[in-house]
């Protein structure tokens, strides 16, 4: 878990993406690494989730994949199996990170209250997803969650986007931010990977002058 948590913390940002269609797994993954991020969370909000993190992870060993909206024990299983290296989900179900504990799969729950964040701690995890971070109070709503829990930190998603990224990232609790903005799901089925790769490159370029 720790090994995961410095790659993304390194990392900043985690592309959150929704795909339809595997066959796009391949030029979307190349289009992130050309824009400079090796890494993304693969939803499993569609069908094609588990094709698409077996296609990137057999095509490109350094490229770095979580499963996101990870739901059951069935769908993290097919997420590890297909070769994701972490499990994301937008809510805390205590069944999924026991067998998620239970299996060594590292896992990113989301949380959005302080009840949530208690019972994350009481299952071992200090490193969490605040989800959605901008409904459920942004950068405010962090800080005033970090205060009492101070070993805890988020990774804010659900509205964060290039206007706010360094509100958050410059939050101390904060240890990446998780977003689809440079991934739209149109622009996705619409084959503009090199609008994706632009897109990419914008956030990484912000994320240095934001941590210069
Ligand atoms: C998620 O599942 O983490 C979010 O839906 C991504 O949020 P965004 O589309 O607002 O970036």
Request: hydrophobic share 45%; charged share 20%; glycine share 8%.
């Amino acid at each position: 878990m720790e090994e995961l948590i410095n790659k993304i913390t390194q990392t900043g940002i985690i592309p959150v993406v929704k795909i339809d269609n595997s066959e796009d797994a391949v030029p979307l993954a190349e289009a992130l690494k050309n824009g400079g991020l090796a890494c993304a969370e693969i939803t499993f909000r569609t069908a094609a989730a588990e094709a698409a993190i077996r296609k990137i992870s057999e095509k490109y060993s350094d490229f770095f994949i979580g499963a996101g909206t990870v739901l059951s024990c069935e769908q993290a299983d097919a997420a590890m199996n297909a070769g994701a290296s972490f499990i994301v989900s937008p809510g805390l179900n205590p069944d999924v990170v026991k067998y998620c504990n239970q299996k060594g799969y590292p896992i990113i729950p989301g949380v959005c209250t302080p009840s949530e964040v208690e019972a994350a701690i009481s299952l071992g995890l200090t490193y969490l997803k605040f989800f959605p971070a901008e409904a459920a109070g942004g950068v405010k709503m962090i800080k005033a969650m970090a205060a009492p829990y101070t070993k805890v930190r988020f990774m804010p998603t659900g509205g964060v986007c290039v206007n706010n990224l360094a509100d958050y990232l410059n939050c101390k609790a904060v240890y990446a931010c998780g977003g689809s903005w440079m991934v739209p799901a149109d622009k996705i089925t619409g084959g503009n990977f090199d609008e994706i790769e632009q897109l990419t490159r914008q956030a990484v370029e912000l994320l240095k002058e934001i941590r210069a």
